[in-house]
């Protein structure tokens, strides 16, 4: 009995026991836990990834490739598929660098291709720029102690801002301003929106937020901003309130209230401050016949808001807007429609082409522009439109014409009969970028070739054109053929202007990795072109261009590049800056964009 007691005992122990054990080890498991989250999702393998890229601007979608490993910093809208320079596009470029690449930028060039470059620059999502690493000793004070040295805000976008404002990309400059942080969108980061927002045209908007900023601030410049918007909904006596309060709070005038009294009085003495942003807000949206000779020297953002001022006189608005479709910043639709607002007497179409001759530049392109419209005989509409694209050529402005007249040109159907306008309207469908349209003009003219010498001229004069463009040149025509610029020059031009058109459309064939016949520089030398005047960039800027492209620094070429093109955009640069930013935009990928130069650089001196 009791040895079966005993054996109870142990079996109740041993229970127990074994229970305990479980317990501690359960104890032990625990503690010894990976706290690291564990991946649960198998990998995607990086194909199946690729796979996956869609386009950032679709709804409901996601992105899975190009995008950061970290906060890039640099804020931006414009991704890799839709434009974009790509995430690394500040790569190896030092951020002191990029300050001076982004002051220096220019924004009045007369080219669409330049304004469709830089805002693609100021606007693309990337990683930040950083700054270079000196190597060597640290700074220290005087005490022994090091210096820490604050990095500069990588951003630039009060820099962006501007430059975006002055482009007249309002819409890419407010897309951009709402990506900035709600909360990082205060002081100078706020002014920078506003102002640039103001020189972009964006007034009524804009004007209500600066009403609310004076309220809640003394800061001088919402105070200055409060004023501006004053002036430019009319009420000129709280303008001139309001700058006497400033005035006597600071005890000093400056340039600002000079501007203020002068356009307040409507004022013609006083010489304007033409870098002042406020004059650069002002002078585009007040009325008043005394600042019509200011408008027309505004940047693009400027030229654009005069465009569409209807509160100005019609013909300082055409003007604008010629300019502003010069420059990119405006659509050839608007300046079409703008055109067709001007009403002439019935009886003057009926001599248009005289008419014409004795009319002010701008009038009498809306005039021919408006006759070829009209006119619903098919000879008679291409005679305009020769006659409109003759006097834009000779006016320098034969691409915006070339873009407006466009609806017009694809109405006229290419025929052996129209032979006289074949050149014309081939040329102006390059210019308007409408290549198909300029193959249908090129066949025409080809078919008659070996019958007509001037339309053998005419088609001479266009392949060096048409290879530039990268179309295919018409049979029976080759590259050789194409690259003998010198032979499809009008014998009109002398010597030496032959020359200088030969050379750059040489060069410009050249650029775009299109070789020159074998003796095609020869041709063209002569005792009298040995030596050249030309405006070229530096030779450290030619030679950071140089090492930019080679080690792919996008941005940094983008921005050498359009620097070097300079405010005169590609018709007036020189040949060695033409050479080395078409070579270099190509060297990195940007192809279709040294193509658009190009042919910018080209299109004024084929005729």
């Known amino acids: 009995m009791i040895s079966y007691s005993y054996r109870i005992i142990i079996i109740f122990i041993t229970f127990f026991f074994s229970i305990f ?17 564990q991946n649960i999702v198998p990998e995607i393998l990086e194909i199946e990834t690729n796979n996956n890229i869609v386009n950032s601007n679709t709804l409901n979608t996601v992105k899975v490739s190009d995008l950061p490993k970290s906060n890039p910093s640099w804020i931006g809208n414009l991704s890799l598929d839709d434009g974009g320079l790509g995430w690394d596009m500040w790569k190896n470029t030092d951020l002191s660098f990029v300050k001076l690449l982004l002051d220096e930028l220019p924004v009045n060039a007369p080219s669409p291709a330049m304004r469709n470059l830089a805002k693609r620059l100021l606007i693309s999502e990337a990683y930040q720029p950083k700054k270079k ?13 090091p210096i820490e040295v604050m990095d500069s805000d990588a951003t630039f976008l009060p820099i962006r801002f501007a430059k975006l404002a002055s482009l007249g990309a309002k819409d890419e400059l407010l897309a951009l301003s709402k990506r900035v942080p709600i909360e990082d969108m205060v002081g100078e980061m706020a002014k ?106 505004l940047e693009p953002s400027g030229l654009s808001v005069v465009a569409q001022n209807i509160d100005l006189p019609w013909d300082i608005r055409m003007l604008a807007a ?11 639709i608007y300046l079409a429609e703008l055109a067709s607002q001007y009403n002439f007497k019935e009886e003057i179409f009926s001599r248009a082409a005289s008419e014409s001759n004795s009319m002010e530049g701008f009038k009498a392109r809306t005039l021919l522009l408006q006759a070829a419209a009209r006119n619903t005989s098919l000879i008679e509409r291409a005679r305009f439109l020769r006659l409109l694209l003759d006097r834009a050529d000779k006016d320098l402005i034969f691409k915006v ?66 290879a530039i463009s990268g179309e295919s040149l018409p049979s029976p025509f080759n590259q050789i053929q194409a690259t003998d610029v010198w032979s499809g020059l009008s014998d009109n031009f002398t010597r030496i202007d032959k020359e200088k058109r030969a050379s750059r459309l040489l060069v410009l064939l050249s650029a775009m990795g299109i070789e020159p016949k074998p003796g095609a520089w020869k041709d063209i030398i002569s005792p009298q072109n040995l030596y ?34 300079g405010s005169e955009g590609p018709s007036k640069s020189g040949l060695v800056s033409l050479n080395a930013v078409i070579r270099a935009l190509r060297e990195v990928g940007l192809e279709s964009d040294a193509r658009e130069i190009a042919i910018e650089a080209a299109i004024l001196y084929v005729d």
């Not at 317990?23 to 625990?30: G, K, R, T």
Request: proline share 3%.
């Open 21 to 37: 054990l479980k317990v501690l080890f359960a104890q032990e498991d625990i503690n010894n836990i990976d706290p690291s989250p």
């Open 133 to 145: 690493e000196e190597k060597g000793l640290r700074a220290i004070s005087p005490t022994g102690k």
């Open 192 to 297: 920078a929106a506003i102002y640039a927002r103001l020189l972009s045209g964006e007034t009524d908007k804009v004007c209500g937020e600066v009403v609310g900023f004076a309220k809640r601030t003394n800061e001088t410049y919402w105070r200055k901003a409060l004023i501006v918007c004053q002036l430019i909904k009319g009420d000129r006596d709280a303008a001139l309130l309001s700058l006497e309060l400033l005035l006597a709070e600071l005890r000093s005038e400056d340039k600002f209230s000079e501007l203020i009294y002068a356009l307040a009085d409507e004022s013609n003495k006083i010489k304007f401050d033409e870098e002042s942003i406020y004059f650069k807000i002002l002078i585009a949206v007040l009325p008043g016949k005394q600042l019509d000779k200011h408008r027309l020297n």
């Open 322 to 332: 010629e300019k502003a479709v010069l420059a990119g910043s405006l659509s050839s």
């Open 401 to 466: 014409y070339a873009e407006v007249s466009m609806p017009i040109l694809l109405t006229v159907k290419p025929r052996s009969d129209l032979m006289w306008f074949a050149s014309s309207a081939a040329r102006s469908a390059i210019a308007g970028g409408n290549y198909t349209l300029a193959s249908d003009w090129l066949s025409v003219l080809g078919k008659t070739i070996d019958l007509d010498y001037e339309s053998s001229g005419s088609l001479l004069r266009l392949l060096p054109l048409i």
């Open 532 to 565: 050249v005047n030309e405006k070229i960039p530096s030779t450290a800027l030619r030679y950071q261009l140089h090492d930019a492209a080679k080690n792919k620094r996008i941005a940094e070429v983008v921005s050498i590049s359009l620097i070097m093109l």
